[in-house]
Every structure is written in C-alpha cells, then in structure tokens.
C-alpha cells in the first residue's frame, strides 16, 4: 500500500526535473493523494517539527546572548534643598549633601542593594579580635583619588582624628569616641574600641576625606574651603568642573558629576548626572512636568500620588533609617511614670500613622535596631495598638479624667507632716518615738543604724544630735 502511494507520488514529481523547486500547484497535488488521517498526521508532525525549531532557535540566542546596559546617555534629577558641605565629615546634617557624598566618596564598607554591609575599600571583611574589640582592615590594590592621587590607609587615620576632634564641629564625632586607630602598613589598619559594639561595621561605612587636600586646612576655616562644594572623591562619580551653577542671591541651581575613571569598581553607565535645585515641591512638580528634570529623589506620598496619576514610574527603596517620639523622663515628672510611657506605646496607632502620614509608604519598626541591617534579634516587648489597655493602665496609675473634659489628672497625696506634741528625751517609747527615728534613718549620715524601736535610747540621741 505504501509502495503503491509512493508510486502515485513520483508521477506527480516527474515534470518538475527542469524546475530547481515545485510550482505551487504542484505542493498541492502533494495532498491529494494522502487519505483525511494521513493528512492529519502529517499536519501534526510539520507542526511539532516547526515548533521544534522554533524553541531550538529561541534557546540557541538566550543561551548565547549577554543582555547588559549600554554605556552613555544623560540623567537629569531634581531635588528638594540645596547643597552647603559636599563633605562626608558634614554630610548627615543636609539630605542633599549625604546623598552627594554618596556618589563621590566611598568608606571601607558599604551598603549592598540587600540593605546588607560588604567590603568596599576593605579587600574583605575585616579580622575581629579580643571578644570584638578589635578590627583589622586591609585595603584593596590599586586605590586612587579622583585627580590621580594614592589612597592609603594615612587617609583614613586623618578622617577619624578630625572627626574625633571637637574642633571640627562632626556630627560623626559621638559615633567614633573612644575608637583607637593604628596604621599597620600602607594597606593595613587596626581599630581598638573599649568595648564590644556588634554595630561597628556599619560606623566604617563613613566616607573619607582625601588627607592631601584638607590636611592644610585649619578647623575654623573647614566650614569655608573650596573644596566643600569642588570635592576631590574616589567614589564612581567625579565632580565635573566649572559645572556648579547659582543665581543672583547665591542659592545653588544645578551642579554635574561625570564617571570618575580612577574608581576602584564597577564604572558608571551614564556619562553624566546632573542635580537641579529646587526650594518647594510645587516647583519641583512643575520642571518634572516640563520635561526639565527626568526624576526625582524624594517627594511627599500625596504629591507622589499625584504625579503617578500623570504616568511617572515609581520606584521605593527602604533605607536604613527610622522616626519616632523619643520621651525624657529627666525633663518631665509625667513622663518619669513608666506607666506613662507604657500607656502611651499602646495607646499609639501605628498602623493609621504609616496609612495616613506616609500614605502607605513605610512600615512599622519596633526598636531604633533595624534587624534587617544590624542583625540584632527582634525586641522582646512589642506593644500593639491596644487603647482600652492604655487606659487601663493609666486608670490604675491614678491618671483619671474626674471632670470629664478630656484630659486626665492624677491627685497626688501628700504626706502629713509630723507633729510632736511632747518633748521626746532620753528613755522617751511610744509612737511619736518611731515616727521619730524613721525620719532620722532618712539619712543614713544622720542615723546609720536606721533602728525602728519605738524607744529613745543612746543610738537615737546621737542622730538627734547629728541632725
């Protein structure tokens, strides 16, 4: 059967010798000859054959294709503020001059985009010693200053003595007290600290100052150089000269940072960053809505919303950093009440301040240890919005709203002060006595022996007598 259809096949096929391929009429002669299941079946395999070569051919160019950003092209940013101290020893104070700092500067360590700390100048993580007091860096080859100069452990020394000096005026300076800092060699450092501080890694992702440029500068002119805002970094970013732009009353506009070509990683994609400056969020909106500016750094939830209603991408990032209500008992009798404070942490809505407050965008901590980045276990007390609790609490305490006007008061009784009616003498007992030596053993000077007998003898007088 199968012969005799293979047959009827190069009969059809026999006129087409002169032709280098058949006419289409003649593919069509093809399946005439092949029964309603046969034409079915070969239907099915052409299709798993072109299928086949589809996938294969699909395979063959992800398998062998690298997909990796082009290098060059232009970003434009627009930014609340405006930078004073593009200088990492200052930068915490300003917004706009920490996140300057960060393109142009780098530290020891780093922040990964895990919200993780990893070597950056440090060739790996460092060498922990004596229960965590000790901390041994050594630097990675090859580490230059963005105008060609050599990096050395002797930049890193100048910038915590600085910092530590309180002339210089660092809000660093508490962080780095008492952290002793020896140079090994010109790529080894050792820091001391007194005692065990699991956090100290994330201290080290301090930037640091050329020793070079600002060695020369007293600290009382630190505030006025230069180079605060025509910094020499090693970061990826270089400060492009000339580039600083300001207007008729002094106020920075725009400013530009290029690839530094001496960094020590990866080099930037874009040839060019440029920062525009802005005083409010309403002319902010209005660049980005010109087409003057191509993102923004940060901006309100609500102005956020707004402009993700006219097509803007969003894009949130966590950072390592958290707000709260810091309460001083020293400074307010009401607050010395620990009940107070307990009251106070139930009785707070989180959840409606992050709804309400940051629109959604944030999340609720419950201890100033980030677990995420410090690796500290989670806090053995979180107190859930609870109000009925609060003000329980606060009703056991003796805070109570008696007049109902909202607002609680707590009597406080006063202790009666202490009347004797007869002269108390030698021999003296009763409980005019008693009343008597507990004042006494108030003040373990006046009555060391703080005796509660009842009975005036020897011991008694003499603290009468000290009194």
Known sequence: MIFEKLKKIALIFRSWKKRPLPAFYQWRQFFKVLKRGEKIAFSIFAFLALSSAIFLTVNFYFQNTEISPAKGGAYIEGIIGQPRLINPIYAQANDVDRDLVELLFTGLMKYNFKGGIVPDLAEEYPKIEDGGRVYEFYLKENLFWSDGKEFSVDDIIYTIEIIQDPDYQSPLRASLLGVEVERISNQGIRFKLKNPYPSFLETLTL?????????????????????????????????????????????????????????????????????????????????????????????????????????????????????????????????????????????????????????????????????????????????????????????????????????????????????????????????????LQTCLAKDPEVYPEGEITGYFGAKTKRAVIRF
């Not at 010109?290 to 966590?318: D, F, H, M, R, V």
């Open 207 to 435: 930037k640091i100052l050329p020793k070079h440029i600002w060695q020369e500068i007293p600290p009382q002119n630190f505030h006025l150089a230069v180079f605060n805002l025509e910094p020499v970094g090693n970061g990826p970013f270089q400060f492009k000269k000339k580039s600083l732009t300001k207007d008729k009353l002094g106020h920075i506009k725009s400013l530009k940072l290029i690839p530094n070509p001496n960094y020590h990683g990866q080099l930037p994609f874009l040839s060019k960053i440029s920062f525009y400056f802005f005083e409010t969020e309403k002319d902010l909106i209005k660049a980005w809505q010109k087409k003057e500016i191509k993102g923004i750094l940060t901006i309100s939830p609500k102005n956020s919303e707004i402009l993700k209603k006219e097509g803007a991408k969003i894009y949130q990032l966590s950072f390592p950093r958290y707000f709260d209500v810091s309460f001083n008992p020293g400074k307010s009798k009401i607050l010395a009440e620990k009940e107070v404070r307990v009251a106070l942490n139930y009785g707070t809505n989180k959840e409606e301040i992050v709804r309400e407050v940051l629109a959604g965008q944030g999340k609720i901590v419950h201890s100033p240890f980030l677990s995420e980045i410090s690796g500290f276990p989670p806090p053995s007390k979180i107190y859930q919005f609870d109000l009925e609790k609060g003000k329980e609490i606060l009703e056991k305490a003796g805070w109570q709203d008696l007049d109902q006007d909202g607002q609680r008061e707590k009597i406080i009784k006063k202790e009666v002060e202490i009347l004797f009616k007869r002269d108390l003498k030698l021999g003296a007992k009763g409980e005019e006595v008693r009343k």
